[in-house]
Each structure stands twice: as structure tokens, then as C-alpha cells.
């Protein structure tokens, strides 16, 4: 089976312009969730979808943005971007159970995404 | 709110040699505990994992146990390999929050020398 799939696996952008990451789920997976990953730093959550609906939101501005489809493929989208905005960028998906002690994500490979 | 504290590396070891890597955490309620593994150029990976005080989580011969007095979840393995190299993290979610988000460690990262 097909694991987390995530598009492209690098992109180079210039200071200013916008960028949009996709996600594919695991087959069956309703939960889809982006994190930020800097050079040499832990992820940091960004998005949670599931269902189409945000779940959750980290502490980012408003420049980032994501929404989630029918087939639950998912986009993060990224505006106005910034140096500090250079990161790999991950999705995670998880089957998202109500009552679980919790729900196992699977990560994708990443996005590396720089800014110049 | 919610922070994972890991000992700062890079660690560095010979083949055989013992490994701990120390994690503790802040967090309300009652959170669940992870493990993952990153190798070089890939996402993460679920090492282990714990969901209540006092359980041990375990995988290929990694071994970590969820110890709630001291708010601690350290990483230990008996005799690491060179395919041990990667950067590990430490992790919590917390089940009652609606977002479960993983809430990660800045990580540690290990080298195995032959």
C-alpha cells in the first residue's frame, strides 16, 4: 500500500511569492495535518484537517492557509513568503478515531521548500 | 502549555555501546508519548510509544518508559548500530485536545561509528 504521498519534493521560490504544497493521503485516512520543519528544530504544527473541516490551527500567521478535499487530499498554501519560511514541510495522515488514546500519524517524506 | 525538552546532541557512539537519550515534558491532563526516527532525507518514522504512566513502549530493541513522577520518557537501547545513525524525537499529543497535535522535541542526533 501507499504511504503519505506529498508534492513536489523541492520547490525554490523568491521572497514575496505564493507556494502551494499538496498531500495525498494513506488510503482510508480521514485526518490530514502539516507541520514546519526547520533546519535542525523539531516540527511544529501547523494545520489539522479532517473531515474538510480545520481541526486545529498552531501558531502561525495568517499568510498560511491549507483545506482539505472530497478524497481527502490535502493543500497547504503559503503567501507572501518570507526567508524564515524555508523549511521542509510535512503531512501527516491518521485513520482519526473518536476515543482513541490517540491516533497514530504517518508522515510523509516532506516538501523542502526554500525561500530566496 | 505543552513543551518536550530532549538532551541537546549530537551524540556520538561506537558500535555496541548503551544509549540514552532523555526526554521530559510539561503537559496537562494525561498526554501519550512518542518516539519517532528520522533518517537522512526522509519524514518521520513511529519508533515507540506510550499512552499511560508506567508503560514501556519497545521496538528493535529500542526500549522507553512513560514515568509520570518524573515527567520523563527516555529513549534507551542496549547495544546501538551503525544503522542506528538518525536523528531521533520525542513527543506528546494529548488525547483530549480536539486537534491532536504532536507536540516534538528540537531532537538528537545520533551517530553509530563501526
Known amino acids: 500500500d501507499a504511504g503519505v504521498t506529498q508534492s513536489p519534493t523541492h520547490l525554490i521560490k523568491t521572497r514575496g511569492q505564493q507556494v502551494t504544497l499538496r498531500c495525498s493521503p494513506i488510503?482510508?485516512?480521514?485526518?490530514v495535518s502539516w507541520y514546519q520543519q526547520v533546519l535542525g528544530q523539531g516540527p511544529q504544527f501547523i494545520f489539522q484537517?479532517?473531515?474538510?473541516?480545520?481541526?486545529g490551527r498552531g501558531n502561525f500567521p495568517d499568510r498560511f492557509s491549507a483545506r482539505q478535499f472530497p478524497n481527502y487530499s490535502s493543500e497547504l498554501n503559503v503567501n507572501a513568503l518570507l526567508l524564515g519560511d524555508s523549511a521542509l514541510y510535512l503531512c501527516?495522515?491518521?485513520?482519526?478515531?473518536?476515543?482513541?488514546?490517540?491516533?497514530?500519524?504517518?508522515f510523509g517524506p516532506g516538501t523542502r521548500l526554500t525561500v530566496l | 502549555g505543552n513543551s518536550v525538552t530532549q538532551m541537546e546532541g549530537p551524540v556520538t557512539l561506537s558500535e555496541e555501546a548503551f544509549l540514552t537519550i532523555n526526554c521530559t515534558y510539561t503537559?496537562?491532563?494525561?498526554?501519550?508519548l512518542f518516539w519517532y526516527v528520522q533518517y537522512p532525507g526522509e519524514g518521520l518514522q513511529l519508533l515507540l510509544k506510550?499512552?499511560?504512566?508506567?508503560d514501556k513502549g519497545s521496538n528493535k530493541g529500542f526500549e522507553a518508559t512513560y514515568r509520570k513522577e518524573t515527567t520523563s520518557f527516555h529513549l534507551e537501547k542496549g547495544s546501538v548500530q551503525v544503522s542506528d545513525s538518525a536523528v531521533y524525537f520525542c513527543?506528546?499529543?494529548?488525547?483530549?485536545?480536539?486537534?491532536?497535535?504532536?507536540?516534538f522535541g528540537s531532537g538528537t542526533q545520533l551517530t553509530v561509528l563501526p
Open positions: 501527516a495522515s491518521s485513520l482519526d478515531f473518536a476515543g482513541a488514546a490517540y491516533n497514530e500519524q504517518f
Open positions: 488510503s482510508g485516512h480521514k485526518s
Open positions: 484537517y479532517y473531515e474538510k473541516e480545520e481541526r
Open positions: 503537559a496537562t491532563g494525561y498526554p501519550s
Open positions: 506510550a499512552t499511560k504512566a508506567d
Open positions: 513527543a506528546l499529543t494529548r488525547p483530549e485536545s480536539s486537534a491532536r497535535q504532536l507536540t
